[in-house]
């Protein structure tokens, strides 16, 4: 072939090269041009700094390790994140220095998941078990709402305490809300979240504030998230009549009263649940000599157990997480299991 002529080939083998793979290549950039953008592009490319993400329509829940008291965050699928009570307070002793369940615990596992703010605090009763580190969270963090059952702030058995954390509910701007069974919290859209207790009336007439009475009273909520339901009695071991059986079904249930009644409660056999979470104490020695289990513990997760139900409890696993898809349920325990002789 003639130089000039094999000069002209190799020029439109080199343009072929170069235009043949965008020529092959164009209908399928437009087809991926013409594919719907799923999730948020602001969330991924605009959220502030410290802001959540969202979860992926995961509903995460973890029950902390707070001693002989309750504390539960709520991590919502579109990445909120709500307590339900905030556990306890204890002195310091010669062997250990004080603890704040909000100071030392929760809020340490606010700050590794990222949160700059809490969207809001469900206090199920007035007790130093489920109130005691909400003071210290609601002075040192932003929290959106502050929700209770309305126990009035004069009456028998209230926490001098107490009324402040109403009061701090507007430091940042944050609403407070009485809540009675039937109300229902905006909490995702994801969730249905309603309150089954107290009825309204329960504060209407005039009680012996008692140790009792608050259990009794303490807000019943259900959470669901598909196909499951999430039960937090607080303390109430007995589910009040008027709550629709239906209602209190559930795949995972928070044992009442830290799992001193699971044999007696009506919340076992009528929730039927799958899974137990009990929050508590390893031992009780005052309960030695009393009607109560030293080691409620223990006593739940053979009396749970008996009935086939997977028992976990804080004092033994460490903090607890279930993580929901809307079909299933996934438990985890903090640590391999060690039940104290």
Same mark, same amino acid.
């Given at each position: 072939?003639?130089?000039? =002529?094999?000069?002209?080939?190799?020029? =439109?083998?080199?343009?072929?090269?170069?235009?043949?793979?965008?020529?092959?290549?164009?209908?399928?950039?437009?087809?991926?041009?013409?594919?719907?953008?799923?999730?948020?592009?602001?969330?991924?490319?605009? *959220?502030?700094? #410290?802001?959540? %993400?969202?979860?992926?329509?995961?509903?995460?829940?973890?029950? @902390?390790?707070?001693?002989?008291?309750?504390?539960?965050?709520?991590?919502?699928?579109?990445?909120?994140?709500?307590?339900?009570?905030?556990?306890?307070?204890?002195?310091?002793?010669?062997?250990?220095?004080?603890?704040?369940?909000?100071?030392?615990?929760?809020?340490?596992?606010?700050?590794?998941?990222?949160?700059?703010?809490?969207?809001?605090?469900?206090?199920?009763?007035?007790?130093?078990?489920?109130?005691? #580190?909400?003071?210290?969270?609601?002075?040192?963090?932003?929290? &959106?709402?502050?929700?209770?059952?309305?126990?009035?702030?004069?009456?028998?058995?209230?926490?001098?305490?107490?009324?402040?954390?109403?009061?701090?509910?507007?430091?940042?701007? #944050?609403?407070?809300?009485?809540?009675?069974? +039937?109300?229902? %919290?905006?909490?995702?859209?994801? %969730?249905? !979240?309603?309150?089954?207790?107290?009825?309204?009336?329960?504060?209407?007439?005039?009680?012996? +504030?008692?140790?009792?009475?608050?259990?009794?009273?303490?807000?019943?909520?259900?959470?669901?998230?598909?196909?499951?339901?999430?039960?937090?009695?607080?303390?109430?071991?007995?589910?009040?009549?008027?709550?629709?059986?239906?209602?209190?079904?559930?795949?995972?249930?928070?044992?009442?009263?830290?799992?001193?009644?699971?044999?007696?409660?009506?919340?076992?056999?009528?929730?039927?649940?799958?899974?137990?979470?009990?929050?508590? *104490?390893?031992?009780?020695?005052?309960?030695?000599? !009393?009607?109560?289990?030293?080691?409620?513990? &223990?006593?739940?997760?053979? =009396?749970? +157990?008996?009935? &086939?139900?997977?028992? @976990?409890?804080?004092?033994?696993? &460490?903090?607890?997480?279930?993580?929901?898809?809307?079909?299933?349920?996934?438990?985890?325990?903090?640590?391999?299991?060690?039940?104290?002789?």
């Amino acid at each position: 072939m003639p130089p000039a =002529k094999a000069s002209a080939c190799n020029r =439109k083998r080199f343009l072929l090269a170069i235009l043949l793979p965008g020529l092959l290549l164009q209908p399928l950039f437009s087809a991926l041009a013409a594919q719907p953008v799923t999730g948020s592009s602001s969330a991924v490319h605009t *959220a502030p700094a #410290g802001a959540k %993400l969202p979860h992926n329509n995961v509903l995460t829940i973890t029950w @902390f390790e707070t001693g002989a008291s309750l504390a539960v965050a709520l991590e919502t699928p579109s990445g909120k994140v709500f307590l339900i009570d905030t556990g306890g307070v204890r002195k310091a002793t010669a062997s250990a220095p004080d603890y704040n369940a909000g100071r030392d615990t929760i809020s340490h596992f606010l700050k590794k998941h990222g949160y700059a703010r809490i969207d809001g605090i469900l206090i199920s009763h007035a007790h130093g078990d489920h109130i005691g #580190g909400a003071q210290w969270l609601m002075e040192h963090w932003k929290v &959106g709402q502050f929700i209770d059952h309305g126990y009035p702030a004069a009456a028998k058995g209230m926490p001098a305490t107490y009324p402040r954390l109403r009061e701090l509910t507007a430091k940042d701007g #944050g609403a407070y809300r009485v809540v009675r069974s +039937g109300d229902t %919290l905006a909490w995702d859209p994801a %969730l249905q !979240t309603e309150v089954l207790a107290p009825a309204a009336g329960t504060f209407d007439k005039p009680d012996d +504030g008692s140790h009792s009475f608050l259990n009794m009273s303490s807000i019943v909520l259900r959470v669901q998230h598909g196909r499951n339901v999430f039960l937090f009695p607080g303390d109430a071991y007995h589910a009040a009549k008027d709550i629709p059986a239906r209602k209190l079904k559930c795949a995972v249930l928070t044992s009442p009263h830290h799992g001193f009644h699971p044999d007696s409660s009506n919340f076992t056999k009528l929730s039927a649940p799958k899974y137990v979470v009990v929050t508590c *104490a390893a031992d009780y020695p005052s309960n030695a000599g !009393t009607p109560y289990p030293r080691s409620p513990g &223990g006593f739940s997760v053979e =009396k749970y +157990g008996a009935l &086939g139900i997977e028992t @976990f409890v804080t004092a033994f696993d &460490g903090d607890i997480t279930a993580r929901s898809d809307g079909q299933t349920v996934k438990m985890t325990r903090q640590r391999a299991r060690v039940i104290p002789p």
